[in-house]
């Protein structure tokens, strides 16, 4: 008995787990957690700075550096730096092998993640997950890859949330908490008299543009449209001012100074500094050496604006954009947003202005506060989640160990009919005898559209007590539970179409900026008389022609029943969750085939190979410092 005692008494004890914020950027990083009180608190990192520069430097010795040492070291050795990861994630493999080896996106991104989990847990103890932050405007390949990244550093992904909803979940708990905490604000915990606000989040920050429309009505948070770039951030106006200065030297010297990598990164920094100092001031320096022969270049804030309108200008686009699928016009606004470092810029609030007619909210750290929405989002998750186990655990029936006929059927029919799509999937691949055409009756289509619970799986290594333990008070926990975000799809969704002449169509199933989770079925037709199979091939984009899209899967229907008239009825239903995670089941309607795909992407990471990077990245000793 004794023995048992002492063996129970070393085990882990229940505790709630732990689940961050991370703000995943493409120059910097911040992470936050829900405080006792219910406050979201930015993490320092070991360094005591609230960001983290998201630069890995892979030093020779095999240690892997991230952080500010990562940036100084890239003007002597740019060759073993990784900056602006975050731009190629999606892709196969980062643009440039470091040390003789191809390095898929995902597994640097965990690097990162990895430094931030460590010296979050050197001050929190130990991290169990993570929410993380990425553009709206991202899409479904760039999304997984983040979701892989976490999970090769050792995170359980609770959820990718999108950074303009992160961003307003930061601004509008603020106000929901301090109204709770008996201070008076706008927003009321679930006060059904309080007005709805609408808002626009302008979110620039070091790589990634996003605008983002919505409201803010008691506790529900519901994106009404959402609009960016992501090849589009401050890097962009620090390489303006980069080249302006090299053809200034160039016109002097007669020699360009970026043709020396060294020197090319020395001023990639001094243009980042002079455009931070542009900020503050009316005129800076920028230093360049070259060859020997010192330059200093003097750019005013007016010659640097002049430099980058046309940056500015594809904001600007956006915005207009934005503000017409949201289907609002500026006088419906309340409030408008900054977040991300570049806002700070004078120009982009002179914009602001200018375009909205309204002075921005630039109240909250623009680099905090998508970190913060994180943290929130994850407190909500973990809590709601706990609560939905703890209810489906007192529903639960005992299951009967051996399956229905039923259920084996059904099974085996999935089974079949779930074809691995391991090569790459070409949007024009689909030849005309297995494609699929208009339906002959014209188009019929179903949605529904639901808030469904999130019904994500969460790991059970540890025994898990109730989250709201980690909180001081039910006041707290009751503002977590009560809010509610709802989401829409930043691109259209669609199958490659043939029509009577053969030309190929993106017939679009859930276009843009609907709300999610959404469920769509769409009628098509076989495209020949006696067709035997049907590819149905799935593109992500809102162009007609689908070779403008991005092909992100395919599902096929084999053996279709013989003599089937052209036109047969094939229905396609596009299912898109919370977390934009898309289901496509098609069915041929007389035999009742079906042919059903999770999304399976040509660049992303498979299973495996996230596991094996896993193992790779646990081994390795990150450090924010060089010894
Ligand atoms: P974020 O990814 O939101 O941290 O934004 C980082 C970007 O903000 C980088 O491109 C920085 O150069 C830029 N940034 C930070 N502070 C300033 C500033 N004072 N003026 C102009 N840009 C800034």
Redesign the pocket.
Known sequence: MEIVQGVLAMSEAPRAKRYIGI?L????S?MAYVDPHGTPVTIPNAEGSL?TPSVVYFEQTGQVIVGADARAAAVEHPELVVECVKREMGERFYSRPIQGRKLPPPAISALILKKLKQDAEAKLGPIDGAVITVPAYFDEGRRQATQAAGEIAGLEVLDVLNEPTAASLGFAYRDIKRKSDGQDDVLRLADETSKAKVAVVY?????TFDVTVLRIEGNNLTVLATDGDVQL???D??MKLLNAAAVAFKAKHGADPRTDEHVFQQMLVAA?DC??A???RDKARMGITFAGKPVNIDVTRQQFEDLTADLLYRTESRIVRVMEAAGMSWDQIDEVLT????T??PQVIKLLERVTGKKPNTSLS??EV?AHGAAIHAAITQLKRYQEKAVEAKAAKPKPAVATQAEMRIAEEEGSALPMMQEPVDANAETVADGIAPHPSGASTTTTAAIAADGSTVAEAIIESNPSEQYDSNDATDVLRAIQTHNVNAHGLGVVMTNEDKTKVNSIIVPANTLLPTSVTRRYGTVVSNQTSVSVIIVEGEAQDPSQCIPIGKCTIEKLPWGLRKGSTIYVTFSYDNSGRLDVKAMEATSGATASTAIDRTNAMNQVEISEAKQVVEKMVVSGKRD
């Not at 950027?25 to 910097?28: R, V």
């Not at 979110?203 to 790589?207: A, H, I, K, P, S």
């Open positions: 703000d950027g493409t120059t910097f911040a960001t979110d620039l920050g070091g790589g951030g401050g890097k106006w620090d980042e455009k931070r542009l900020s503050a977040v991300g470092g570049s700070r810029m623009p680099d998508v």
